[in-house]
């Protein structure tokens, strides 16, 4: 059973275009992320929900926005697709409002073209 | 913010010998500091965490010591093994409302054989 999973795992298309990342976690978990690793394997945290609200919004363009339908689920839809947007999308999640393991899912290779 | 520093960004060692990887943190209120382990095309897997009121945690070959006044904290591998070969990230949370994972830029270790 996967406890945090990531559709798609890859994602080519073209600059300009609007893409979605869907995630899921059944681990029960409040709180979930998007962490985007450039190709220098550099994580950054970009947004973080806690019971479908949102609690962190990094310095993130405007292009992307998340959505939290229910707590176990947190999308990601990027718009008007740029170079630099090429990346691996990590969903990731935690049990809450404490300082504790955060699982991560399986990562979604954006690239961009 | 916080802000992570990790050293070195890349570690070869001899099979069997030992690895250290160390990082600093700025802000004292970070209060929690996982270690995850992340394989070539995977995603970043928990290895070890400490909590700011401990000073040392050990499990089985790996070790993190934590020096909260030098704001600094290290990861130990003995006998190191081939499967040992990742890069390795050091992590600061603090609370922000939800946690707050900052990353350190990453350890590239190599185990030769």
């Known amino acids: 059973d996967t406890a945090v999973s990531q559709t798609p795992k890859y994602l080519v298309t073209q600059m300009g275009n609007d893409k979605s990342i869907k995630c899921e976690q059944n681990l029960g978990h409040d709180t979930m992320y998007w962490y985007k690793q450039d190709s220098k394997k550099f994580l950054k945290i970009m947004f973080s929900?806690?019971?479908?609200?949102?609690?962190i919004n990094e310095t993130v363009p405007n292009r992307f926005s998340p959505k939290s339908p229910d707590k176990a689920h947190l999308n990601l839809h990027i718009n008007s697709l740029e170079l630099g947007d090429s990346a691996v999308y990590f969903c990731?999640?935690?049990?809450?409002?404490?300082?504790?393991?955060?699982?991560f899912g399986q990562g979604t290779r954006l690239t961009v073209v | 913010g916080e802000n992570v520093e990790q050293h070195p960004s890349t570690l070869s060692v001899q099979e069997g010998d030992s690895a250290v990887i160390k990082c600093t943190y700025s802000d004292s209120a970070s209060n929690y500091f996982p270690w995850y382990k992340q394989e070539l095309g995977k995603r970043p897997q928990l290895i070890i965490d400490i909590r700011s009121n401990v000073g040392e945690k050990k499990d089985q070959r790996i070790a993190v010591t934590l020096n909260k006044t030098a704001k600094h904290f290290s990861l130990h591998i003995t006998e190191t093994q081939p499967e040992d070969s990742a890069v390795y990230f050091c992590?600061?949370?603090?609370?922000?409302?939800?946690?707050?994972?900052?990353f350190g830029q990453g350890t590239r270790l190599t185990i030769n054989p």
């Open positions: 992590a600061a949370s603090t609370m922000q409302g939800a946690q707050k994972l900052v």
């Open positions: 929900y806690n019971n479908k609200e949102l609690i």
């Open positions: 990731a999640s935690s049990a809450g409002r404490v300082n504790t393991e955060a699982f």
